[in-house]
Protein backbone atom coordinates (compact mmCIF):
# COMPACT_ATOMS: atom_id res chain seq x y z
CA UNK A 1 0.00 0.00 0.00
CA UNK A 2 1.11 3.64 -0.85
CA UNK A 3 1.01 6.18 1.94
CA UNK A 4 -2.85 7.36 0.23
CA UNK A 5 -3.82 4.10 0.89
CA UNK A 6 -4.12 2.77 -2.79
CA UNK A 7 -2.73 -0.94 -3.14
CA UNK A 8 -0.20 -1.71 -6.01
CA UNK A 9 0.86 -5.17 -7.14
CA UNK A 10 1.67 -7.01 -10.50
CA UNK A 11 0.54 -10.87 -11.67
CA UNK A 12 2.53 -14.06 -12.49
CA UNK A 13 4.22 -14.21 -16.11
CA UNK A 14 2.65 -10.58 -16.54
CA UNK A 15 4.75 -7.85 -17.58
CA UNK A 16 2.27 -4.87 -16.29
CA UNK A 17 1.31 -3.70 -12.63
CA UNK A 18 -1.90 -2.22 -10.99
CA UNK A 19 -3.40 0.17 -8.32
CA UNK A 20 -6.48 -0.38 -6.74
CA UNK A 21 -8.41 2.08 -4.20
CA UNK A 22 -10.25 0.51 -2.12
CA UNK A 23 -12.18 3.21 -0.73
CA UNK A 24 -13.49 4.15 -4.38
CA UNK A 25 -13.34 0.98 -6.25
CA UNK A 26 -11.35 2.99 -8.83
CA UNK A 27 -8.60 0.07 -10.64
CA UNK A 28 -5.38 1.11 -13.04
CA UNK A 29 -3.86 -1.48 -15.41
CA UNK A 30 0.06 -0.62 -16.78
CA UNK A 31 1.47 -1.34 -20.01
CA UNK A 32 4.64 -3.56 -20.02
CA UNK A 33 6.95 -1.86 -17.80
CA UNK A 34 10.45 -2.74 -19.01
CA UNK A 35 11.72 -3.75 -22.56
CA UNK A 36 13.65 -6.95 -20.57
CA UNK A 37 11.03 -9.08 -20.12
CA UNK A 38 9.76 -6.99 -17.14
CA UNK A 39 7.82 -9.59 -14.93
CA UNK A 40 7.50 -7.87 -11.78
CA UNK A 41 8.53 -9.50 -8.52
CA UNK A 42 8.88 -6.51 -5.88
CA UNK A 43 6.51 -3.45 -5.80
CA UNK A 44 8.16 -1.19 -3.11
CA UNK A 45 5.62 2.33 -2.90
CA UNK A 46 7.70 4.76 -2.00
CA UNK A 47 6.59 8.71 -1.06
CA UNK A 48 4.87 9.37 -4.77
CA UNK A 49 7.00 6.70 -6.64
CA UNK A 50 6.94 3.09 -6.91
CA UNK A 51 10.20 0.83 -7.23
CA UNK A 52 10.05 -2.44 -9.13
CA UNK A 53 12.55 -5.26 -9.25
CA UNK A 54 12.31 -7.51 -12.50
CA UNK A 55 12.88 -11.12 -14.07
CA UNK A 56 14.27 -11.79 -16.46
CA UNK A 57 16.41 -8.72 -17.75
CA UNK A 58 17.77 -8.46 -13.39
CA UNK A 59 15.87 -5.05 -13.52
CA UNK A 60 15.03 -2.11 -11.26
CA UNK A 61 12.19 0.42 -12.68
CA UNK A 62 10.61 3.43 -10.99
CA UNK A 63 7.82 4.55 -11.70
CA UNK A 64 5.83 8.27 -10.71
CA UNK A 65 2.25 7.90 -11.35
CA UNK A 66 1.77 11.82 -11.39
CA UNK A 67 3.61 12.03 -14.47
CA UNK A 68 2.19 11.06 -18.01
CA UNK A 69 3.47 7.31 -19.13
CA UNK A 70 6.70 7.34 -21.36
CA UNK A 71 8.05 3.61 -21.17
CA UNK A 72 9.29 3.63 -24.70
CA UNK A 73 11.49 6.51 -24.15
CA UNK A 74 12.84 5.04 -20.85
CA UNK A 75 11.23 8.06 -19.46
CA UNK A 76 8.18 6.79 -16.63
CA UNK A 77 8.70 4.19 -15.62
CA UNK A 78 12.19 4.29 -16.16
CA UNK A 79 14.41 1.24 -16.27
CA UNK A 80 17.60 1.87 -13.79
CA UNK A 81 20.75 -0.23 -13.90
CA UNK A 82 20.43 -3.75 -14.06
CA UNK A 83 21.89 -6.90 -11.91
CA UNK A 84 21.87 -8.86 -14.73
CA UNK A 85 23.65 -11.19 -16.37
CA UNK A 86 24.71 -12.32 -12.50
CA UNK A 87 21.79 -11.88 -11.15
CA UNK A 88 18.29 -12.66 -12.94
CA UNK A 89 15.18 -13.24 -10.38
CA UNK A 90 14.09 -11.50 -7.81
CA UNK A 91 12.88 -14.42 -6.01
CA UNK A 92 13.11 -12.66 -2.66
CA UNK A 93 11.01 -9.71 -3.94
CA UNK A 94 11.82 -5.98 -2.48
CA UNK A 95 11.75 -4.25 1.15
CA UNK A 96 11.75 -0.94 2.02
CA UNK A 97 14.99 -0.85 4.25
CA UNK A 98 16.16 0.52 7.39
CA UNK A 99 18.17 2.81 5.32
CA UNK A 100 14.68 4.39 3.73
CA UNK A 101 15.97 2.72 0.08
CA UNK A 102 14.65 0.06 -1.61
CA UNK A 103 16.18 -3.40 -1.39
CA UNK A 104 15.79 -7.02 -3.49
CA UNK A 105 16.73 -10.29 -3.29
CA UNK A 106 17.90 -12.49 -6.40
CA UNK A 107 18.62 -15.63 -7.91
CA UNK A 108 21.60 -15.86 -10.14
CA UNK A 109 21.34 -16.47 -13.77
CA UNK A 110 20.65 -19.54 -15.95
CA UNK A 111 23.07 -22.53 -15.28
CA UNK A 112 24.49 -20.77 -12.08
CA UNK A 113 23.98 -21.65 -7.76
CA UNK A 114 23.73 -18.37 -6.39
CA UNK A 115 22.42 -15.06 -5.60
CA UNK A 116 22.83 -11.60 -4.14
CA UNK A 117 21.43 -8.41 -3.14
CA UNK A 118 20.38 -5.26 -4.16
CA UNK A 119 19.49 -1.66 -3.42
CA UNK A 120 18.09 1.16 -5.11
CA UNK A 121 18.84 4.39 -3.48
CA UNK A 122 15.66 6.06 -3.79
CA UNK A 123 17.64 9.77 -3.72
CA UNK A 124 20.03 9.41 -6.42
CA UNK A 125 18.59 6.12 -8.53
CA UNK A 126 22.06 4.59 -8.15
CA UNK A 127 22.42 0.72 -7.94
CA UNK A 128 24.67 -0.58 -5.59
CA UNK A 129 25.11 -5.21 -5.66
CA UNK A 130 26.11 -7.42 -3.32
CA UNK A 131 27.02 -11.11 -5.15
CA UNK A 132 26.63 -13.87 -3.37
CA UNK A 133 26.95 -12.86 0.36
CA UNK A 134 26.23 -16.87 0.85
CA UNK A 135 28.04 -18.38 -1.22
CA UNK A 136 26.18 -20.24 -4.21
CA UNK A 137 23.16 -19.73 -2.57
CA UNK A 138 19.80 -18.11 -4.31
CA UNK A 139 18.12 -15.36 -2.03
CA UNK A 140 14.42 -16.36 -1.42
CA UNK A 141 12.96 -14.31 1.29
CA UNK A 142 13.56 -10.94 2.44
CA UNK A 143 12.18 -8.30 5.17
CA UNK A 144 13.36 -5.68 7.12
CA UNK A 145 12.81 -3.81 10.66
CA UNK A 146 14.29 -0.21 11.58
CA UNK A 147 18.04 -1.43 11.62
CA UNK A 148 18.39 -4.82 9.81
CA UNK A 149 17.63 -6.63 7.04
CA UNK A 150 16.61 -10.44 7.08
CA UNK A 151 16.84 -12.95 4.26
CA UNK A 152 16.97 -16.71 3.80
CA UNK A 153 18.98 -18.61 0.89
CA UNK A 154 17.19 -21.60 -1.06
CA UNK A 155 19.13 -24.66 -2.44
CA UNK A 156 17.87 -24.00 -6.02
CA UNK A 157 18.94 -22.51 -9.09
CA UNK A 158 17.59 -21.30 -12.95
CA UNK A 159 17.77 -24.21 -14.79
CA UNK A 160 19.37 -26.25 -12.47
CA UNK A 161 18.50 -28.91 -9.77
CA UNK A 162 17.81 -28.03 -6.32
CA UNK A 163 20.88 -29.42 -4.25
CA UNK A 164 20.70 -30.81 -0.83
CA UNK A 165 22.83 -28.01 1.01
CA UNK A 166 23.02 -26.06 4.52
CA UNK A 167 20.64 -23.57 4.33
CA UNK A 168 20.59 -20.17 6.19
CA UNK A 169 19.09 -17.28 7.91
CA UNK A 170 21.21 -14.07 7.78
CA UNK A 171 20.94 -10.81 9.32
CA UNK A 172 22.11 -8.10 7.36
CA UNK A 173 23.38 -4.54 8.12
CA UNK A 174 21.94 -1.41 5.58
CA UNK A 175 26.05 -0.93 5.32
CA UNK A 176 26.25 -4.08 3.44
CA UNK A 177 27.26 -7.25 5.81
CA UNK A 178 26.48 -10.05 7.48
CA UNK A 179 25.65 -9.57 11.32
CA UNK A 180 24.24 -12.79 12.56
CA UNK A 181 23.93 -15.99 10.40
CA UNK A 182 22.60 -19.30 11.18
CA UNK A 183 23.02 -22.51 9.27
CA UNK A 184 20.67 -25.43 9.38
CA UNK A 185 21.03 -29.01 8.65
CA UNK A 186 21.29 -30.01 5.00
CA UNK A 187 17.94 -31.06 3.87
CA UNK A 188 16.42 -28.50 5.83
CA UNK A 189 13.77 -26.04 3.94
CA UNK A 190 13.59 -22.38 4.43
CA UNK A 191 10.06 -21.27 3.30
CA UNK A 192 9.31 -17.67 4.54
CA UNK A 193 9.92 -14.66 7.05
CA UNK A 194 8.44 -12.02 8.21
CA UNK A 195 9.29 -9.30 10.81
CA UNK A 196 6.74 -8.55 13.81
CA UNK A 197 7.84 -6.18 16.47
CA UNK A 198 11.16 -7.03 17.74
CA UNK A 199 11.11 -10.72 16.13
CA UNK A 200 11.64 -11.95 12.98
CA UNK A 201 9.53 -15.26 12.46
CA UNK A 202 10.89 -17.57 10.30
CA UNK A 203 9.01 -20.69 8.35
CA UNK A 204 11.06 -23.98 8.79
CA UNK A 205 10.22 -27.22 7.46
CA UNK A 206 6.71 -27.49 9.09
CA UNK A 207 7.04 -25.44 12.02
CA UNK A 208 7.72 -21.31 12.79
CA UNK A 209 10.86 -20.67 14.34
CA UNK A 210 11.14 -17.41 16.62
CA UNK A 211 13.98 -14.82 16.15
CA UNK A 212 14.49 -12.26 18.70
CA UNK A 213 16.27 -9.48 16.87
CA UNK A 214 17.55 -7.82 20.23
CA UNK A 215 18.74 -10.80 21.30
CA UNK A 216 20.54 -12.28 18.07
CA UNK A 217 18.75 -15.50 19.16
CA UNK A 218 16.54 -17.84 18.20
CA UNK A 219 14.23 -18.15 20.95
CA UNK A 220 11.16 -20.35 20.41
CA UNK A 221 8.88 -22.30 17.80
CA UNK A 222 5.81 -23.32 17.18
CA UNK A 223 4.55 -26.26 15.05
CA UNK A 224 2.47 -26.48 12.65
CA UNK A 225 0.31 -29.37 10.54
CA UNK A 226 2.07 -28.53 7.26
CA UNK A 227 4.86 -26.45 5.59
CA UNK A 228 3.89 -22.74 5.45
CA UNK A 229 4.74 -20.82 2.68
CA UNK A 230 4.24 -17.36 2.65
CA UNK A 231 4.14 -14.74 5.92
CA UNK A 232 2.90 -11.81 6.42
CA UNK A 233 2.72 -8.46 8.90
CA UNK A 234 -0.53 -7.20 10.10
CA UNK A 235 -0.27 -3.45 11.22
CA UNK A 236 3.17 -2.18 12.76
CA UNK A 237 3.25 -3.87 16.00
Known amino acids: ADEHGSIWGSSGFGQTIFRFDPHTGAAW ?11 VYGVVPVGE ?4 SCYSGGDHVVYD ?66 YDPVPEQAIMGLAACDRHL ?16 PLCFVVWSP ?15 LHALAVAASFVVVAVDSRLEVFASGEQAFVGSVELQSPCYYLGRLGPD
Open 29 to 39: NSQVVTFNSGE
Open 49 to 52: RVFL
Open 65 to 130: PRQEWNQIDNVNPRTLEAVAPALIRPAAKSVLGPDGHVWSGWMAGYGTYGGGLSRVDVDTLQVRTW
Open 150 to 165: YFITGNGANGLLPRSV
Open 175 to 189: EGTIVWQRQFAAGVS
